[in-house]
């Protein structure tokens, strides 16, 4: 059955396998964003890219906060293999249908007053509204596949899909036809086709043997200890694009928008390994052995976001003009302010991930409470005068502040030491040789065996 194999198949994987496959998958859409991305500057312009943005923030904010967590719970669950997760998935769905209904409803009545009198970006949110409903129920299979550890084959439709939205995108520019209303549709459409290609695994999961442990799926009171923190996420993550045209205009969004695509890159670092801590830990006994590695994986993640981030920021000054034209020149300092956000708040984000799946998501809830505050109070003072630079600020102090009371919580209830979250050790550089020679190595032998 299912489960049986999968379970096996995870036997079979190290943390630093599931790490790569998850790093891999997660990777492939914000690299695909970054080449998508120029396409839509030079095709929409500055203002275009402006209205893309903002038409598409409110369904995501809506997305992001109206789930109250039931995905995460999910997931939660079926890593823990309880009793009743398989039941719960179809519980899901219908929580799901009703709670996007709901969104969509408020995502509607939010056109009016966030278009602030741009009628096409009024039309781009109607339009994202209808969707909703559809983006909740895609989230369900995504649930499943991140409860079961798989990680190779959400990569692996990943990166297909987004080959398939690059390929359309520029079709589209070649033709004369891409306007911000259809690039939305290709943007928020191959979510929901990766929703419907996992509808099998999803099928054949509900199909596997009865659940081993008798741990009782209960989806709202799991759920609902997240929502807090999914509330403050999306105030760090969304509340400046949503807010944006009402404080500065479309053309300091359109210059954000451009921002935030190039520093997604190493940002969908921290967020795969992240998901893997989340899903491993979850079904884990915590012992010294958990932290010490929960440390470590905060330790390379951030190492390899910093690397990432300085070699995207080097190249910035030539690589902006150059792909997306001059008139976007000024999003290149705004950049290194997204690039050093991302770098320095990935050990709190994993660090987070370790709080959720040690039972308590309250506190790395409290803790992006508290780091939403301090980027909603910069966001209100910089943005009116500073446009973008003021959003990016916002991002750097909200993910310095909140990833830092993740570490603080850890510390205080889990006994975790703080300084083990930041800097390399000589055993990390080691884990990283040794993985990577496993990896080759299995790679050969395939070959050979083919």
Do not use: C
């Not at 519980?91 to 249908?97: D, K, N, S, V």
């Not at 899909?161 to 209303?181: C, D, Q, T, Y």
């Not at 939403?372 to 446009?387: E, H, Q, S, W």
């Amino acid at each position: 059955m299912l489960r049986k194999r999968s379970t096996d198949a995870a036997q079979g994987e190290s943390h630093g396998s599931r790490i790569f496959y998850a790093v891999a998958g997660s990777a492939v859409t914000p690299l695909m964003s970054l080449a998508t991305a120029p396409i839509l500057a030079q095709s929409l312009g500055v203002s275009g890219r402006g209205e893309l943005a903002a038409g598409a923030a409110p369904m995501l904010f809506a997305v992001a906060i109206g789930a109250l967590g039931i995905p995460e719970a999910l997931t939660f669950y079926i890593a823990r293999q309880a009793r009743g997760a398989r039941r719960a998935v179809l519980r899901a769905f219908g929580i799901l249908t009703l709670l996007g209904a709901i969104a969509g409803v408020f995502v509607a009545l939010s056109a009016p007053i966030l278009a602030d009198g741009n009628t096409a970006v009024e039309q781009l949110i109607m339009m994202t509204a209808i969707l909703t409903i559809p983006t909740f129920w895609a989230s369900v299979p995504n649930s499943v596949l991140a409860g079961t550890h798989a990680w190779k084959q959400s990569a692996l439709m990943d990166f297909a899909l987004s080959i398939f939205r690059l390929l359309l995108l520029s079709v589209l520019a070649m033709s004369g036809h891409l306007i911000p209303l259809t690039a939305m549709i290709v943007m928020l459409g191959l979510p929901l086709l990766k929703g419907l290609l996992t509808l099998p695994y999803l099928i054949e999961y509900r199909r596997g043997s009865t659940n081993a442990t008798a741990k009782r799926v209960r989806l709202f009171h799991y759920g609902s200890r997240l929502w807090v923190g999914s509330l403050a996420g999306v105030v760090l993550l969304r509340l400046d694009q949503l807010l944006m045209i009402p404080l500065a205009g479309p053309v300091q969004l359109g210059l954000y928008a451009v921002a935030v695509s190039v520093g997604e890159v190493p940002a969908a670092l921290a967020g795969a390994v992240r998901n893997v801590v989340f899903s491993a830990d979850a079904g884990s006994s915590h012992d010294r052995e958990d932290m010490r590695r929960l440390q470590q994986t905060a330790r390379l993640t951030s190492a390899a976001a910093g690397l990432a981030s300085i070699g995207i920021g080097v190249l910035l000054p030539w690589a902006i003009p150059m792909f997306f034209g001059a008139s976007f020149v000024s999003a290149v300092a705004v950049t290194w302010v997204i690039l050093t956000a991302v770098t320095l708040g990935t050990p709190g984000s994993v660090a987070g991930a370790g709080l959720s799946a040690r039972g308590r998501p309250g506190l790395r809830s409290w803790g992006m409470v508290i780091g939403a505050v301090a980027n909603t109070a910069v966001l209100f003072i910089t943005v009116p005068t500073m446009g973008a630079m003021g959003a990016a600020l916002s991002t750097l102090v909200g993910s310095i502040v909140a990833g830092t009371m993740n570490i603080v919580w850890l510390r205080a209830h889990f006994g975790m030491g703080i300084q083990g979250f930041y800097g390399l050790r000589s055993q990390d550089i080691q884990l990283v040789l040794k993985t990577l020679t496993r990896t080759i190595r299995k790679k050969k032998v395939h070959a050979l065996s083919n």
